[in-house]
């Protein structure tokens, strides 16, 4: 894109020469064309608007990746379809933008595309999600949360609150609403669970799909209440299948809380990004939430500035993140030798 303003501040300084036009002009015109070779275009692949934080995400992007800020944003939306995200991408190529920044919406299958982006000389940056190639220098750097840390995390506090209401691992009786199977999201948070399930002795029930919306994981929580009458611990891996089990749940009559080994539900989710999820967690009806943050707007933005300036970001940029809950008797868990204080929602 850059390129082609070049080519256009040429053109028009040598009309202006032929018109005849005065020096005034002319310097007007370099200025103007020189300020808009400097514009970097950005052409951003969102893999859809499934969640709150979803959308929280795509807002930090548009709102740092501004003209104010230099850049030119293109944002293409995935509707949630690899293959949409595939043909952003071949049409930020045809384009020629200055970066390509890539929210996947799962992890394999990006080696064709990513390759001829690399042929085009086009740095990708990964944001929130990875992808699982061979070759990392299909892309420059990624940024976003470790998914499989946030798990343990959750997983530490379950496990903290049965020690200290006394309950034996055997009676937690647990379900899985998982997200978008095969996304980085799913496969750290599910493989976390399945960890601490065999790790802890507790009773991992059934893992189902509720692709990270609030209809699907009112739907997916109605079937699995028909098919297991001993729930006690619902773990959803985001907070918007929470919000949907939570009424599937309510609708069927169960009660929602902690007292689990007397006939209430508990739920735990991430994100803590709606107020309404950080609602239902200060009133207890979510015991749990561990943070995904997605204010990766700036720091795209910083990455960006940094290989403009011809530094090497680091690969790998992990953000930091906390849990939330109101449930008194747990104040803090410690995670691969880090503490984590539970913070207020
Ligand atoms: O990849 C991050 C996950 O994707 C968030 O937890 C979820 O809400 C979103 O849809």
Same mark, same amino acid.
């Given at each position: ?41 950005? $052409?951003?692949?969102?893999? $859809?608007?499934?969640?709150?934080? @979803? ?32 043909? =952003? ?10 970066? #390509? ?54 997983? /530490? ?6 020690? @200290?209401? +006394? #309950?034996? %691992?055997? +009676? ?12 980085? =999201?799913? #496969? ?21 799909? $509720? ?15 028909? $098919?297991?009458?001993? #729930? +006690? ?9 929470? &919000?949907?089990?939570?009424? /599937? ?6 009660? &929602? ?40 707007? %700036? @720091?795209?933005?910083?990455? &960006? ?36 204080? &539970?913070?207020?929602?």
């Amino acid at each position: 894109m850059r390129k082609i303003a070049v080519t256009t501040a040429a053109l028009l300084l040598f009309s202006a020469i032929l018109a005849g036009c005065g020096s005034s002009l002319i310097k007007e015109e370099k200025n103007s064309e020189a300020a808009q070779s400097d514009i970097i275009t950005v $052409g951003f692949s969102q893999l $859809g608007a499934e969640s709150d934080w @979803r959308n929280t995400n795509t807002a930090s992007m548009q709102e740092a990746l501004t003209p104010e800020n230099g850049f030119n944003l293109v944002y293409k939306n995935g509707q949630q379809k690899q293959a949409n995200q595939i043909t =952003a991408v071949r049409m930020f190529i045809q384009q020629e933008v200055d970066y #390509i920044v890539l929210a996947p919406a799962t992890e394999t299958g990006w080696e064709s595309v990513l390759t001829e982006a690399r042929d085009a000389d086009i740095p990708v940056i990964l944001v929130d999600r990875r992808v699982d190639v061979a070759d990392k220098s299909l892309y420059s750097c990624w940024v976003g949360s470790d998914f499989e840390l946030e798990s343990k995390k959750m997983t /530490a506090w379950l496990k903290a609150f049965t020690e @200290r209401r +006394n #309950i034996s %691992p055997e +009676n937690l009786h647990i379900v899985n609403i998982q997200g978008t199977p095969g996304s980085t =999201a799913q #496969i750290g948070r599910t493989r976390g669970l399945a960890n601490a399930a065999r790790e802890n002795g507790w009773d991992l029930m059934a893992e189902v799909s $509720g692709d990270f919306t609030e209809n699907k994981g009112r739907e997916v929580m109605a079937a699995l209440l028909k $098919g297991y009458d001993n #729930i +006690n611990v619902v773990y959803c891996e985001n907070d918007n299948m929470a &919000i949907g089990a939570i009424d /599937a749940l309510e609708s069927a009559g169960k009660h &929602i809380g902690q007292n689990i080994m007397n006939g209430d539900v508990m739920v735990v989710s991430f994100d803590g990004v709606n107020e309404k999820s950080r609602e239902y967690c200060r009133e207890g009806k979510i015991s749990c939430i561990a943070e995904c943050n997605p204010l990766h707007g %700036p @720091r795209v933005q910083a990455l &960006i500035e940094a290989l403009e300036n011809g530094e090497t970001p680091e690969k790998f940029n992990y953000v930091d993140e906390g849990l939330f809950s109101s449930v008194s008797s747990v104040k803090k868990v410690v995670v691969d030798g880090t503490e984590y204080t &539970i913070q207020e929602p």
